[in-house]
């Protein structure tokens, strides 16, 4: 048998760990029609079929797997000799794109970009300011920051912390109408609240009070809107307390428990295991950004 071309086993590595065709080729930014001549070449290069094809995607067979068993240990060993290359301190060069709602976009990740930014000198920054569940998984970006656990499979995640939530109210609002005394007199002063999203509903049913969006003498569902209503004294808004307690003119009226918590997720495609910039990016903003959090 003929020596084999390392770009070949590269592409049949990528099919079986991802499954079809198409997969690999989003998660390798190659096209399907390379992977597929890649496959076809190898296969007549040892000459068995590693594949078997379905509408479904692929799977191997058993000779397939064989292979696919020294194909991996060969693309680890890839991947450890690049990081060898290019050392810990190498200066790390190229774009990042970074996806976060955008109430954090807005108010809690600047600093962090900033740390981010003084760290990785020569790496460009892109933020996607979103509240959009897609970004991630139409590549869009990079990496997610995210306020629920992510459901696919084929992404690596990790948990880095919970965010409080607490209520608030400018001092303008709290001098026209009174500090509420305790969550049952919140209740009866204008509250600030989302449209459509039952996020705030969902938390006020789970401490005990019937609510529905009727409730809310503001509604709309973009969080930096409400939150600027707030500050602005039209009635008691709901805000992350990172963000919250660094305006001087808020003044928490619910308490030192928080009303609820969000998690906060980091979430990133599989090709951060083969991108070193990427990972490296990865795991700063895990660190920035819990230090910033409660505790998981």
């Given at each position: 048998?003929q020596?084999?071309?390392?770009?070949?086993?590269?592409?049949?590595?990528?099919?079986?760990?991802?499954?079809?065709?198409?997969?690999?080729?989003?998660a390798?930014?190659?096209?399907?029609?390379?992977?597929?001549?890649h496959?076809?070449?190898?296969?007549?290069?040892?000459?068995t079929?590693?594949?078997?094809r379905?509408?479904?995607?692929?799977?191997?067979?058993?000779r397939?797997?064989?292979l696919?068993?020294?194909?991996?240990?060969?693309?680890?060993?890839a991947?450890?000799?690049?990081?060898?290359a290019h050392?810990p301190?190498?200066?790390?060069?190229?774009?990042?794109?970074?996806t976060?709602?955008?109430?954090?976009?807005?108010?809690?990740?600047?600093?962090v970009?900033?740390?981010?930014?003084?760290?990785?000198?020569?790496?460009?920054?892109e933020l996607?300011?979103?509240?959009?569940?897609?970004?991630?998984?139409?590549?869009?970006?990079?990496?997610a920051?995210?306020?629920?656990?992510?459901?696919q499979?084929?992404?690596?995640?990790?948990?880095?912390?919970?965010l409080?939530?607490?209520?608030?109210?400018?001092?303008?609002?709290?001098?026209?109408?009174?500090r509420?005394?305790?969550?049952?007199?919140?209740?009866?002063?204008?509250?600030?609240?989302?449209?459509?999203?039952p996020?705030?509903?969902?938390?006020?049913?789970?401490?005990?009070?019937?609510?529905?969006?009727?409730?809310?003498?503001?509604?709309?569902?973009?969080?930096?809107?409400?939150?600027?209503?707030a500050?602005?004294g039209?009635?008691?808004?709901?805000?992350?307390?990172?963000?919250?307690?660094?305006d001087?003119?808020?003044?928490?009226?619910?308490g030192?428990?928080?009303?609820?918590?969000?998690p906060?997720?980091?979430t990133?495609?599989?090709e951060?295991?083969?991108?070193?910039?990427?990972?490296?990016?990865f795991?700063?903003?895990?660190?920035?950004?819990?230090?910033?959090l409660?505790?998981?």
């Amino acid at each position: 048998m003929q020596n084999l071309d390392w770009s070949l086993l590269q592409s049949f590595a990528a099919v079986a760990e991802h499954g079809s065709l198409s997969a690999a080729a989003r998660a390798t930014q190659s096209s399907q029609p390379t992977l597929s001549r890649h496959i076809t070449q190898l296969e007549e290069a040892i000459g068995t079929r590693l594949f078997e094809r379905s509408k479904a995607g692929v799977a191997l067979t058993e000779r397939g797997s064989a292979l696919y068993e020294q194909a991996a240990q060969m693309a680890d060993a890839a991947a450890r000799l690049a990081m060898t290359a290019h050392g810990p301190d190498n200066l790390l060069q190229g774009t990042v794109r970074i996806t976060a709602s955008q109430i954090v976009a807005t108010y809690l990740l600047p600093d962090v970009l900033v740390e981010l930014h003084d760290k990785f000198p020569a790496v460009e920054i892109e933020l996607v300011a979103s509240d959009d569940t897609n970004n991630l998984l139409r590549r869009e970006a990079d990496i997610a920051l995210r306020m629920y656990r992510p459901t696919q499979n084929d992404m690596i995640s990790r948990h880095i912390g919970n965010l409080d939530l607490g209520a608030y109210a400018s001092r303008r609002y709290i001098e026209a109408r009174g500090r509420p005394q305790g969550l049952e007199d919140l209740m009866q002063h204008d509250l600030i609240g989302y449209d459509r999203s039952p996020l705030i509903i969902d938390g006020m049913n789970a401490l005990g009070f019937k609510a529905d969006r009727c409730f809310f003498k503001f509604r709309c569902d973009d969080q930096v809107v409400c939150w600027q209503m707030a500050r602005a004294g039209f009635g008691i808004g709901f805000n992350q307390k990172a963000i919250a307690e660094r305006d001087g003119d808020m003044i928490c009226v619910s308490g030192e428990t928080p009303v609820g918590q969000l998690p906060v997720w980091l979430t990133a495609h599989p090709e951060l295991r083969q991108s070193l910039r990427i990972r490296k990016i990865f795991d700063f903003l895990g660190k920035a950004v819990s230090k910033r959090l409660s505790r998981p």
